[in-house]
């Protein structure tokens, strides 16, 4: 089992910042790749950063491409999401979630079904 707590999130004016964590605990961190997903009111769970467990390339949803920044550290066993540039529609409760198959690349890391365990979430929400 994999536990995950996000913390970070809170209420930011448009053109802000923010940096969200997800701590990690119950099996080693540096074994699994992790993403960030978001889930506004009425919507559906989309997705928004994935880094693989060994780092390097990390992608983005198009819509935070070049706003936000994934990475992670192994030592800490914590996983980040810089958020830089928040615009109203960014405005969401904001998951972590981990796969739970040790060092795999998903090509589905777009997609929820790819990861075992999910955090509770933290909200951010942007004022314009």
């Known amino acids: 089992q994999v536990q995950l707590v996000e913390s970070g999130g809170g209420l930011v004016q448009a053109g802000g910042s923010l940096r969200l964590s997800c701590a990690a605990s119950?099996?080693?961190?540096?074994?699994?790749?992790m993403g960030w997903f978001r889930q506004a009111p009425g919507k559906e769970r989309e997705f928004v950063a994935y880094?693989?467990?060994?780092?390097?390339?990390?992608y983005y949803a198009d819509s935070v491409k070049g706003r936000f920044t994934i990475s992670r550290d192994n030592a800490k066993n914590t996983l980040y999401l810089q958020m830089n540039g928040l615009k109203p529609e960014d405005t969401a409760l904001y998951y972590c979630?981990?796969?739970?198959?040790?060092?795999?690349?998903?090509?589905?890391?777009?997609?929820?079904?790819?990861?075992?365990?999910w955090g509770q979430g933290t909200q951010v929400t942007v004022s314009s």
């Open positions: 979630a981990a796969d739970g198959v040790v060092r795999r690349f998903s090509s589905l890391f777009n997609r929820t079904l790819a990861y075992d365990y």
């Open positions: 119950g099996r080693t961190f540096s074994n699994y790749a």
């Open positions: 880094i693989p467990w060994s780092g390097g390339s990390t």
